[in-house]
């Protein structure tokens, strides 16, 4: 079975701009998690989607958004970059299970961004 | 407060011995899942083991198991006979069945690295 995929895997924007992340879930998984990581806050959550519908969300500004297709795949957005977004985006996918406390969530490779 | 704490921010050890990396965590959910990833230098985060709250036994995953002390809040990682391939960061994290906030709660990780 094909893992979690991400697209691309890095990029390179300047401030102001904004920036589209892809990923794709392992077969069968409903659920996608979107997380950043950067030397200095750690593994911080951004939202969670299932069925298409954002079932959770994080502590970060409204700059950062989701969606996710009927297919399960998401995409993430980030407007107006500023340079502290810079990071490790992390896609994870699982099968959604509500309560979440046996739901393993498997991630994907990760898109590096770099905001000059 | 910190729901999940690893004290050991480095860790160096011989090719072909046994490693426990610690892990700490806070809730008052009853029910939790408590999983290890693993993150080489590739940035792509790897899972390796899960521990339920109400699992009677520690989990085992071939060279991986989990050591389990529930009253006092600890999940430790047993990785034994260590390889080269075993360098890398290794996250500890907790989901709590908490419906509308079914996020990863990481630790600040790990960092793991074997001698030959």
């Known amino acids: 079975k094909a893992g979690v995929t991400q697209t691309p895997r890095y990029l390179i924007k300047t401030r102001g701009q904004q920036v589209t992340l892809s990923c794709s879930p392992i077969s069968g998984h409903r659920s996608v998690s979107w997380y950043q990581q950067t030397p200095g806050q750690g593994l911080q959550f951004l939202f969670e989607y299932f069925s298409e519908t954002q079932r959770n969300k994080g502590n970060f500004p409204g700059r950062f958004s989701g969606r996710q297709f009927s297919n399960s795949r998401s995409e993430m957005n980030v407007s107006t970059l500023e340079l502290g977004d810079s990071a490790l985006y992390l896609c994870?996918?699982?099968?959604?299970?509500?309560?979440?406390?046996?739901?393993?969530?498997?991630f994907g490779p990760g898109t590096r961004l770099t905001v000059l | 407060a910190q729901k999940i704490t690893q004290t050991q921010p480095g860790m160096f050890v011989q090719e072909k011995e046994a490693v426990t990396l610690d892990c700490t965590y806070d809730t008052s959910d009853p029910s939790y899942g408590l999983f290890w990833y693993k993150q080489p230098s590739s940035g792509e985060m790897i899972f390796l083991i899960y521990?339920?709250?109400?699992?009677?036994q520690n989990a085992t995953e071939g060279r991986y198991s989990l050591n389990f002390q529930k009253a006092r809040k600890s999940a430790n990682l047993v990785i034994s006979a260590s390889q080269l391939g075993d360098s890398a960061m290794y996250f500890c994290a907790m989901r709590e069945d908490n419906f509308g906030n079914e996020k990863l709660t990481f630790g600040t990780g790990t960092r793991l690295t074997i001698i030959p």
């Open positions: 994870a996918s699982s099968l959604g299970a509500r309560g979440g406390s046996t739901d393993t969530q498997y």
């Open positions: 521990q339920g709250s109400y699992d009677q």
